[in-house]
C-alpha cells in the first residue's frame, strides 16, 4: 500500500552530504548553514564501515536533530543493504530518504512500501518521511517522467551528476549536463515536486566562482537547490537559491498591478513596460513562496 500524500514540500536551499561514521563531521555539521544535513551510508563510507555506519546513526540524528536542521539519509543501493539501511533510517528525526541510482517507477514503489511498513510498525507518521530519488543513469534518465509520478511519498528529484556522466561516458560540465538538467525540473515540475541540483559537477570546491555560476544557471532552469558535498559550497546555494530584496520588492509590485487590473476587470496590468497577466503573476508568487 502507497503512502498517502503529506500535506506541503520540503523546501531545502542546501542539504549538506556528511559520512555517517565520521564522528567530527557529524558534530560540526548543524555549524555549517545548510537548510539539512545528509548522513550517508553509501559512497562515503567504506563497504567494511557500513555496520559501523549504521550502527551510529540513530545518535547522529538525535544530535543534528536538536538543532534548527533537517536530517536526511542517503541509503545504499544494492538491496541487502538498503534493508538494512531502511530499519536504521526509518526513525523520528529523519525529514526524507534519497535513492541513490534509481531504476524507475517499481524501484520507489517497493521502497515506499518498506517504509510504510517500518512506520507503521513504530507508531509514526505514515508517509511523513519523504523519498527523494537521485536520477544517476540514462535509464533513470529516461523514465523520470514515471519516476516523478511513482508515489505519494515522492517529494523530489536531484541529478547525480558524477555517477550520470560516468554512465553515460561524458564530462559533467555545464554544456553536457542542461539537458539532463532541463529534464529532469519538467519532469519534477509537472509531477508537483521540488527539482534539486544544477549543471555542473557537485565536486566542485575548488574554484567558486565558476561554481556560483553555474548554481545561478541552475536557478534560473527552475531548480529550488541543490545538494553540496564541502561547507565552501553552503553559503553560494543558500544565497542563489533565497530570492533577494529586490526581487521580493519587485514580486509584490507585480502581485499589486495585478490586483488592480483585476478590480477593474482587466485580465492584465502593465507595469514598467510590460504586460503582467497570469503566468507573470505566478512566477512572482514562486518567488515570495520562497
Not at 13 to 24: E, G, M
Not at 133 to 151: F, H, S, Y
Not at 218 to 242: A, T, W
Not at 252 to 266: G, S
Request: aromatic share 4%; glycine share 8%.
Amino acid at each position: 500500500m502507497m503512502s498517502p500524500l503529506p500535506e506541503k514540500l520540503p523546501r531545502w536551499r542546501s542539504v549538506l552530504f556528511v559520512p555517517a561514521q565520521v564522528k567530527r563531521y557529524v558534530d560540526a555539521a548543524h555549524t555549517r548553514g545548510a537548510d539539512a544535513v545528509q548522513l550517508d551510508l553509501e559512497d562515503s563510507v567504506p563497504p567494511d564501515g557500513k555496520e559501523a555506519a549504521r550502527a551510529g546513526l540513530g545518535a547522529a540524528i538525535a544530535q543534528i536533530g536538536e538543532h534548527p536542521v533537517d536530517v536526511l539519509v542517503r541509503i545504499n543501493r544494492d538491496l541487502r543493504n538498503t534493508v538494512r539501511d531502511l530499519e536504521c533510517a526509518v526513525v523520528a528525526g529523519v525529514s526524507a530518504i534519497s535513492l541513490p541510482k534509481v531504476q524507475g517507477a517499481d524501484h520507489l514503489r517497493l521502497i515506499d512500501e518498506l517504509m510504510t511498513e517500518l512506520e507503521r510498525e513504530r507508531s509514526l507518521p505514515v508517509g511523513g518521511i519523504r523519498l527523494i530519488a537521485m536520477v544517476e543513469t540514462l535509464d533513470a534518465l529516461a523514465g523520470m517522467v514515471d519516476i516523478a509520478r511513482a508515489c505519494p511519498r515522492l517529494a523530489g528529484l536531484t541529478l547525480g551528476s558524477e555517477d550520470l556522466s560516468a554512465d553515460g561516458g561524458f564530462e559533467p560540465t555545464p554544456d553536457n549536463l542542461f539537458h539532463p538538467c532541463q529534464r529532469l525540473v519538467f519532469a519534477a515540475k509537472a509531477a508537483g515536486l521540488q527539482a534539486y541540483g544544477f549543471p555542473g559537477s557537485i565536486a566542485e570546491f575548488g574554484d567558486l566562482d565558476a561554481y556560483r555560476q553555474q548554481v545561478q544557471q541552475g536557478r534560473s532552469m527552475g531548480f529550488e537547490g541543490s545538494y553540496c558535498i564541502h561547507p565552501k559550497q553552503v553559503d553560494i546555494l543558500n544565497q542563489v537559491f533565497q530570492p533577494t530584496a529586490e526581487e521580493v520588492a519587485q514580486a509584490q509590485r507585480v502581485l499589486a498591478a495585478y490586483e488592480v487590473a483585476m478590480a477593474e476587470n482587466r485580465g492584465a496590468a502593465t507595469l514598467d513596460g510590460k504586460m503582467i497577466d497570469l503566468p507573470v503573476v505566478q512566477r512572482a508568487r514562486m518567488v515570495l513562496g520562497r
